[in-house]
């Protein structure tokens, strides 16, 4: 089992930047599908964001697309989302997750939280004034 633990999440103002990363732990992750997902309390576990295990391959909600960016360093089980002119809207819980689908680029299974099977604990992102 993955443990993954997110970090760099807290209060921003609008149009502010965020950098919050996942560290895996117990196992690697270089040969996981990773993703970004956020629940806030009146909604259901959104997906905001997914990176192949190759890191070549990358998606966004169309909500955050243009201002978020994925990646990931397999050499450091670690992987990073930059979000740059956050929006009140961005405020949420985000959480990382992982899972092993093969070594594929794409695929419907990218996009849905009960298609992973470990997850972090969550880190709050705020935007406010």
């Known amino acids: 089992q993955v443990h993954l633990a997110e970090s760099g999440g807290g209060l921003v103002q609008p149009g502010g930047s965020l950098r919050l990363s996942c560290a895996a732990s117990?196992?690697?992750?270089?040969?996981?599908?990773m993703a970004w997902f956020r629940q806030d309390p009146t909604k259901g576990r959104d997906f905001v964001s997914a990176i192949s295990w190759s890191g070549n391959s990358t998606f966004y909600s169309e909500s955050v697309k243009g201002r978020f960016t994925i990646s990931r360093d397999n050499a450091k089980d670690t992987m990073y989302l930059q979000m740059n002119s956050l929006k009140p809207e961005d405020t949420a819980v985000y959480y990382c997750a992982a899972a092993y689908f093969g070594r594929v680029e794409s695929g419907d299974f990218f996009f849905f939280p009960t298609d992973y099977s470990d997850w972090g604990q969550g880190t709050l992102v705020t935007v406010s004034t």
């Open positions: 117990g196992r690697t992750i270089s040969t996981h599908t």
